[in-house]
């Protein structure tokens, strides 16, 4: 799990948070994403929401990084939309977060682990064998 800076004016502080998926040549599945940052940037919780993508789609990482950095934030929480930790969150994600770092020196990031394993990813595809267990679907 990510770290949280625990510095009382942490919370004042601008945060922005970046939403990183692999990228898709699908237009709809990369869809998913930019309204997933709709939604969450609707609750008005973060400075500003950027959506981006590793590869085959636009924003790429270092233009949403750019993006965040410009807003004013002073720390960009990284979550990546993967499942699970692997060579791209461990590899490219992490470089990515180091040269976003040396790129805005002024600016903390925090790249947060994957989506799963979690409890509440379980209870969602706990949800999802039922709706296939039900009649009708």
Do not use: K, W
Not at 6 to 29: E, K
Not at 39 to 63: M, N, Q
Not at 105 to 113: H, K, S
Request: aromatic share 4%.
């Amino acid at each position: 799990m990510a770290q949280r800076n625990t510095d009382p004016g942490a919370a004042a502080q601008p945060t922005a948070v970046l939403l990183i998926a692999h990228g898709s040549r699908q237009p709809a599945a990369n869809r998913d994403l930019v309204e997933l940052a709709e939604r969450i940037a609707s609750a008005g919780d973060y400075t500003t929401v950027e959506p981006c993508f590793l590869e085959l789609a636009e924003p790429d990482i270092p233009t949403g990084v750019d993006r965040c950095a410009a807003s004013g934030a002073a720390r960009v929480l990284m979550v990546p939309y993967f499942l699970s930790a692997g060579i791209h969150l461990e590899r490219d994600l992490a470089s990515a977060r180091d040269a976003a770092a040396r790129e805005h020196p002024a600016v903390a990031f925090e790249l947060a682990p994957p989506l799963g394993p979690h409890p509440l990813l379980d209870a969602l595809v706990r949800a999802r064998i039922q709706e296939l267990e039900t009649p009708g679907n």
